[in-house]
Nanobody
């Protein structure tokens, strides 16, 4: 199995910054796309940012210019640098990874989620 562990969430004032980390572990052969999603109370989970194995990135319009996604392939870790935070960024942030892993001796595609980390931005 693949485990994703997020860290770095917390409480910050509007205009502040936070950096989220997502570390992947387990019987991983390779990691393809990694992404950050968020879910605010009463709303659907939405994509915040994604990064491919080749380093291509995409962002939700609401975070462009403020958030930056990156990854360290050797550490199997993805990061989300969040600057100029706004109260509307308040949500639980989830890490996602598309992996190729070993399952009973065979290579298997997998889509894994972390447990989520709370980000709260006060006005």
């Amino acid at each position: 199995q693949v485990q994703l562990v997020e860290s770095g969430g917390g409480l910050v004032q509007a205009g502040g910054s936070l950096r989220l980390s997502c570390a992947a572990s387990g019987s991983i052969i390779s990691i393809n796309t990694m992404g950050w999603y968020r879910q605010a109370p009463g709303k659907q989970r939405e994509l915040v940012a994604g990064i491919t194995r080749g380093g291509s990135t995409n962002y939700a319009d609401s975070v462009k210019g403020r958030f930056t996604i990156s990854r360290d392939m050797a550490k199997r870790t993805a990061y989300l640098q969040m600057n100029s935070l706004k109260p509307e960024d308040t949500a639980v942030y989830y890490c996602n990874a598309e992996t190729l892993r070993v399952n009973k001796g065979l290579a298997t595609s997998d889509d894994s989620w972390g447990q989520g980390t709370q980000v709260t931005v006060s006005s």
